[in-house]
């Protein structure tokens, strides 16, 4: 064992253990309290490995939950940023480079360097890989809105073209899991738990964010 890479990787394997404090908007199931980041990365990665077969492509499932497991660690030093929080986003891009290059620099220099590519590969969502990891990303929020009648959105006042513009990514990785998503937010839109979109408002109004 070489006694200084491995106190890098410890120091990293602790640092990012702060994860953990990092609240979201999302509530869990049942109308229970705000998620963190790390039992959002937790979910979705077993997610990951049980809806592989609605993907669109293949994809290298090992890839895909080490990306969907460390996607959001960045948010250690640049906090969570609401997904229709539009001030927030202005700089949010910014915030997380900076922070990752502050959190991966504790690893040794190839782990870092394969962390960092993973992270950018999802940013910029050209793999199958990374569109997998992203259909992931903003189903698994969904489905906690949509077991919780709506609260998140009911509570920010979201209308259908917010999570439906995320859907639209969320189709590059699977249309079957897109498909089902229209189906529920329609059918919150009927039950009072999401806003209809405005006259003449385009479905996709809302950029993607990953939240």
């Known amino acids: 064992m070489d006694p200084e890479r491995f106190a890098r990787q410890r120091d990293f394997i602790l640092e990012i253990d702060k994860e953990k404090l990092v609240q979201r908007q999302t509530h869990l199931t049942h109308q229970g309290r705000r998620e963190d980041d790390a039992e959002h990365a937790w979910h979705m990665t077993v997610m990951a490995y049980l809806l592989r077969e609605y993907a669109n492509e293949p994809f290298d499932l090992a890839r895909t939950m080490v990306m969907t497991l460390t996607h959001d660690l960045v948010e250690i030093y640049a906090g969570d940023t609401y997904a229709y929080d539009q001030a927030g986003q202005a700089d949010a891009e910014q915030r997380e480079r900076s922070a990752a290059e502050r959190l991966y620099a504790k690893l040794p220099q190839d782990q870092a360097d394969?962390?960092?590519?993973?992270?950018?590969?999802?940013?910029?969502?050209?793999?199958?890989?990374?569109?997998?990891?992203h259909a992931m990303d903003n189903l698994q929020p969904?489905?906690?809105?949509?077991?919780?009648?709506?609260?998140?959105?009911?509570?920010?006042?979201?209308?259908?073209?917010?999570?439906?513009?995320?859907?639209?990514?969320?189709?590059?990785?699977?249309?079957?899991?897109?498909?089902?998503?229209?189906?529920?937010?329609?059918?919150?839109?009927?039950?009072?738990?999401?806003l209809p979109d405005e006259d003449g408002e385009p479905v996709a109004r809302t950029s993607y964010v990953k939240r």
């Open 114 to 133: 394969d962390l960092r590519a993973i992270w950018e590969e999802f940013e910029a969502n050209q793999t199958p890989e990374a569109h997998f990891a």
């Open 142 to 194: 969904m489905l906690l809105n949509d077991s919780n009648d709506g609260g998140d959105w009911k509570l920010h006042g979201v209308r259908r073209a917010g999570p439906a513009g995320r859907n639209e990514v969320t189709r590059k990785g699977s249309t079957q899991l897109a498909d089902y998503v229209d189906r529920r937010l329609d059918a919150q839109v009927r039950a009072g738990n999401l």
